[in-house]
């Protein structure tokens, strides 16, 4: 089993990367995933990790793309609840590469 | 579009005894991205998915109960609950989740999504739909 390895931990994650019990997950976990995906994570980008972080406290999933954009859109305002802004963040698809560095399983419906 | 059709969910089973109740919700929601007309119907013991305060600390299985008030984002807001069933468990609709949908056309109100309806009102519900999945 892969895993990654942050002050001194050892955190368990599945073949693609995704943490495996996401109540160890911690906020420098995310920077160390995006590091290795060459990106960098801004306000910008936290803003949409944390928001799946509270979805997921709340329903228990991850929501598919179409409603993350939804949502976003009614919480962050409508120039962020759109498919343009979310893939220039995570363009491995908002769904998939933000729910991982949140520690979140893989959105259910992803394909 | 011509290509939407019709589909009926259909729940009979408690929620934790089996795998049925969280296999079927995560169907429909995968099915969701599809853009298909989704209706679901709690009918037995079935009518249990929907039960308010649930807690399954003694168990050890996930509550995957807070998920149901997902469905309204998922575009899913016709969820019909027999009568019959509820009323031979001493069940009303209060005992149920609330659960809502937000209707865009009318700025964002908040809608009911549960229906409960008869037996009878079911069956014509039921002949209307192209597919028919029970869990």
Request: glycine share 8%; charged share 30%.
């Amino acid at each position: 089993m892969a895993a990654i390895e942050f002050e001194g931990k050892s955190y368990e994650v599945d073949e693609e990367g995704y943490l495996l019990d996401l109540n160890q997950w911690v906020p420098g976990l995310a920077d160390i995933m995006a590091k290795d995906e060459d990106a960098v994570l801004t306000d910008a980008h936290w803003e949409v990790i944390n928001f799946l972080r509270e979805y997921y406290e709340e329903y228990q999933i991850a929501p598919a793309v179409r409603v993350l954009t939804k949502a976003i859109g009614k919480k962050l305002g409508k120039d962020k609840g759109n498919s343009k802004y979310l893939y220039e963040l995570f363009p491995y698809g908002p769904g998939k590469q933000a729910c991982k560095y949140a520690g979140l399983p893989k959105p259910t419906g992803c394909v | 579009m011509s290509n939407v059709k019709k589909f009926m969910y259909i729940n009979n089973k408690a929620p934790y005894g089996t795998i049925y109740a969280w296999e079927s919700l995560e169907v429909v929601l995968i099915g969701a991205a599809f853009d298909q007309d989704v209706s679901l119907m709690f009918t037995g013991d079935g009518v249990y998915q929907l039960m308010k305060g649930q807690d399954t600390k003694e168990v050890g299985i996930k509550n995957f109960s807070p998920t149901y008030a997902a469905l309204g984002d998922y575009d899913i807001n016709k969820i019909y609950v027999e009568k019959e069933s509820l009323d031979a468990r001493g069940l009303t609709v209060d005992d149920l989740m609330h659960l809502v949908w937000e209707d865009e056309d009318e700025d964002w109100a908040e809608k009911d999504s549960i229906k409960v309806v008869t037996s009878a009102e079911l069956a014509e519900i039921l002949d209307q739909q192209d597919v028919v999945l029970s869990f």
